[in-house]
């Protein structure tokens, strides 16, 4: 199986830039559609891996619904080197986030619907996915150009948009697997194997996700509004799969049983596959912290991601050689109980860069 | 004189990142106050020239009102350094913009005002003003830290907020003189020496200007829905002072004397000093466009900032030495007509690179 | 007449990286052939732009020798930005300059030549070039690899080690337009429409005009050595072409035209071509010394590149708007007498930063 | 005990840079001196947290030698940060590699012992290191000044220099621990608690270690070319602690134990501390080789540093998922036996990246 090639680029001596895509035609029309993607983050390569092994089982086990699988989909941030890392989180040009160019992707719902009085749910659907597929493409065609990273967003996300379920595989720096939800999807926290997930809401901050769901959880919203039951048909997931810059084929075999356990609820896949007991736990996006360094140092990291602190915890130790003895070494602790869910990759730190991130305000979720 | 050095950060490595500050107190307490910054993109190096000759003119006529200068005001930004040039327009950890991480500074209006009846509008200046500096000082104690660039915006932005009048000195890459001035003050477009101006809306948008002036604006609009007129009391401007990663003293000694001009209008000095005449030009923030690169290149610019354009003028040759002969060479024009502000700073150019920035729509001011 | 593309490499997330080669066959066998390059070092981009001049002149006027054309030579520093502009002197992740990875080809002589005796001058030439030429390719299939920029440096020296002249087009910061000529070739110096030439030695630092020159001015320093007058048969300059980030089709003419020039006097093209008359100067390049800041600050340039100084002429204002008044702005003054060649590219300068490059010692050329 | 701050840069903002300088004096006079320092590679951190330890050792066990210890050699590395990592391993002006920029010392030997005819060893031995001494300085006051990186290794070189045993605190990529050892301190691959030796020779590469052992290296040579024999009175290792971007106190305790237990062979602390046992390998550094992709892709690591290689053992997993189904998965081999001393740090590689450096024609040490 040999992927197309999708352009999504020019580099400035010439060279098109060209995603690979895959495609899967499911075999029951009534089986929702799915777009998964991975490494638009260009140093977290480990979706890739997952992606490979979703590719090796959909090959064996032909799914029911449509799959598109869109591996390496952000050739300019995977190729962009500073030393010896991947500076692939943002266009070195602008420093703008390659996950925040997404379009937001509105409609004038209340003239659009009165043009479309009379549909059904169903008809609603495909008519809506066409106006916004649409309105993707004249952005594109602009006279005055779109910028680098909302070419490649918006050529990705022309894809995903044809797709009931949308996946963004991401990781993240030092990090353990976690899950953005939407809140009016809760439930599929459990259809996944990630011990902790943040529910968003419906706010439009330029990633992915966000740019798959918005535009359906408003037209459900308006609807509801006028009294009419609609409800969202498409739902978009980010996944966060561990660590940046590395890639480890084993653990993508587990990560990519998790996301087949959440496709087999979902009915594309035929087999059926369970996601692993855990315990699970999750907390609204606002209460998503980020612990900054209160000062400049050397820092060893003393809470692995993944676990639960208390207030008071150590969290970082800070040494700094520069100063009296008594200063040379600090514990850094945590301002509020959670989950560490991640750290900086970096032992050298500046005055506030993001040290941790914590869950804070969790609950178990069953 | 000798400045103040004000800290705003910590290196990784342990040195206390500081900033200049100069003071001048005014001869008349009725004065308005100024604050003038450069340097805030770290390649933007032309307003540290223009305050050195501010300084140097208020050392020999002090002024009336009480003037506040801080060159170099980004550290961080100016040591920036990527090959030759200054890689000081973001956070080259996080990608985060220097001038698009000031304090969005709201205070919930209704109860505020209800615990400041009865105030005089001097009275309510005073008062709104304390509650604004308090606001940014809580936020900078917050036990969950501030980001690097939110610590070095915080904390100009607390001495800006006691000025009646803000500058904020930026340069454009390539570009010639122009002024971002907010609606409300309309009639200063015509009392600097810059022939373009972009008339911004009260939106915060994350930039210095917008911080200081948007805090009053909401607070005129909203005593005007509750049926009291009240003049909002200060502004800010940012001014655009020609190329970066070039300093020019003579240049320099023309800008200082424009700001200079300005500030006699608003009778900070007591000298009367006249803004040049010139033709000026404005248009709506909106009416701003940018011109990507359709196709990736080398480029020359065929337009210098400044001029006016037609729709159908060239303004960039494109080179494409890896085509076919047909293809080596191509004309990219102008989609609108209107005034070529600035364009990009390098000759090799990826697709959807920003190539120009165009005032369209434009008017003349006068 | 469209390009062949040479693979030169792949970027991590698999795209191939190719360079466009023009090749023009000569009418005259007994006449030179030629290589000529451009974009080694990714923001030295005029040199493009001639070569389309050159581009245009061959197919009008097609030459007697051989002539391979090869602009955009290195895809991965053109593509690298940082920033605006483009970060194209060394491979980002090693810090290696590109035009210092080219192979010091050098055959064991003296066995060498005892295996090839009774060799004619025009044999010998013929069997060495196939030497120097297998050397490169065992290189490139070494088991151990190569580096990235060994990979395109030697792949690009196969290419001009097959030619009698090989150029190479680079330009400096900002600068003048200046030339590398071997010393043993220092009547060349004239037959270019260049103002200052640096004359060099034969040793060996990894540039790519050393990497073409020096096998052959060994081979004959050891024929020499062995009573043996061999004439050296090869030649390689560098031309430095005017400033960075500049692409100027005008101008491009004009240096295609001293370059069309030079090839008429060797008997490349059939066309009776002069170089421009103008005052010429020359050192040798141990006379070419680099004044690095005393002091951090910013910086404004006050000598033009080209222009003669002598010693104790201003060469820079340096402001530093953090000390007291009077350290506040400095004048730096040339250490010697010379020729400013070229100065650095940002106004913003560390402690040690080269800022001016001077010729000393200066004679003219005539 | 407080750190003396010792100059070493200018910031383009005007902040001076500065080094930490911690100096014991020792007990007794006829012990050796001892210079350590650390993270002249701005990412690797370790070495900082091992002088941590050995100030903490120092302090309750005073040494018999001067020790002076110097962490954070580097602040402009230190501080330089692109994307979330430490690009701190060359000049981001100039690509220099901050550890091949110390001064070639070299005297006329020939002259310079004429004029110190009839000294005695020790006589010899202090003159020469005067004389060394004052060679550093006269580089860093040349009126065409010196480099940003000169001024800072020719500094630090300036410390070492004063004394007999020189320690330069590294670390690998993903590496394990090992240490370069000049060849006539053979033995000294035994007194350290270091499992992986490079043999050195007397050649300048612009490193620390070699900076400081090579003049006296000659000096000996030259001697020894005299007939007299002159035993090298001064040593340099590079010890490499694992890998960067990571503080481990402790580790650290025991790579401070290592150090201490080769001061203690040494002479330079009273307390009789052993070396750890284990086994020791090494080679020369001709036998050093590195291992580059021959394509690109993303990379799993298969063989962790520190591990012994037959040839053909899989080293790296490489994934293309651009290519069709059969060459989406590759194995990368040993081209030879030998030690995989360290690995890339990013699983995203370049055609040509350097993936592994293994000693080969290991040899183990007793």
Redesign the interface.
């Given at each position: 199986?040999?992927?197309q090639?999708l352009a999504v680029?020019?580099?400035?001596?010439?060279?098109t830039?060209?995603v690979?895509v895959y495609r899967f035609i499911g075999s029951d029309p009534a089986a929702p559609s799915v777009y998964i993607q991975a490494n638009v983050h260009?140093?977290e390569?480990q979706g890739?891996?997952v992606?490979?092994q979703l590719?090796r089982y959909l090959?064996q086990y032909p799914p029911k619904g449509n799959v598109t699988l869109v591996?390496?989909a952000n050739?300019?941030g995977?190729?962009q080197?500073?030393?010896?890392?991947?500076?692939?989180?943002?266009?070195?040009?602008?420093?703008?986030?390659w996950n925040r160019q997404y379009l937001d992707n509105q409609l004038p719902l209340s003239h659009w619907l009165s043009e479309h009085q009379g549909y059904s749910d169903r008809e609603l659907v495909a008519a809506y996915r066409q106006a916004l597929i649409a309105n993707l493409q004249t952005r594109l065609q602009s006279?005055?150009?779109?910028?680098?990273?909302?070419?490649l967003a918006y050529t990705l996300q022309l894809l995903a948009t044809e797709a009931d379920i949308a996946l963004d595989l991401h990781t993240g720096?030092k990090s353990c697997r976690h899950l953005y939800c939407p809140e009016y999807q809760r439930h599929a926290a459990m259809q996944f194997s990630i011990p902790f997930t943040l529910f968003i809401p419906n706010l439009f901050g330029g990633a992915m996700d966000e740019a798959i769901f918005c535009p359906w959880w408003r037209l459900s919203d308006y609807l509801a509004s006028c009294g009419r039951q609609f409800e969202i048909p498409v739902v978009a997931f980010t996944l966060e799969l561990g660590e940046q810059?590395?890639?480890?084929?084993a653990q993508a075999q587990q990560d990519a049983q998790g996301i087949l356990a959440f496709l087999s609820v979902r009915g594309v896949i035929a087999e059926p596959l369970l996601p692993l007991e855990m315990p699970r736990y999750g907390t609204h996006l606002k209460n998503y912290?980020?612990?900054?360094?209160?000062?400049?140092?050397?820092?060893?990291y003393l809470v692995a991601p993944g676990s639960l602190v208390e207030q008071g915890d150590p969290l970082v130790?800070l040494?700094?050689?520069?100063?009296?003895?008594s200063e040379?070494?600090q514990l850094l602790t945590a301002?509020?109980a959670g989950a560490a869910i991640l750290h900086?990759?970096?032992?050298?730190?500046?005055?506030?860069?993001?040290l941790y991130k914590i869950m804070t305000q969790l609950t178990e979720i069953s």
């Open positions: 199986m040999q992927p090639l680029g020019e580099l400035a001596a010439g060279q830039l060209t690979p260009g140093a390569v890739n891996a992606i490979l590719l090959r591996p390496l050739p300019l995977i190729n080197k500073s030393g010896e890392f991947t500076l692939g989180r943002f266009d070195p040009i602008t420093g703008e986030n006279p005055w150009g779109v910028t680098t990273g909302q070419r720096p810059e590395l890639i480890d084929m912290r980020k612990f900054h360094a209160p000062q400049a140092g050397l820092v060893q130790r040494l700094r050689l520069d100063l009296p003895e040379q070494e301002p509020e900086f990759a970096s032992a050298a730190v500046q005055q506030g860069t993001e």
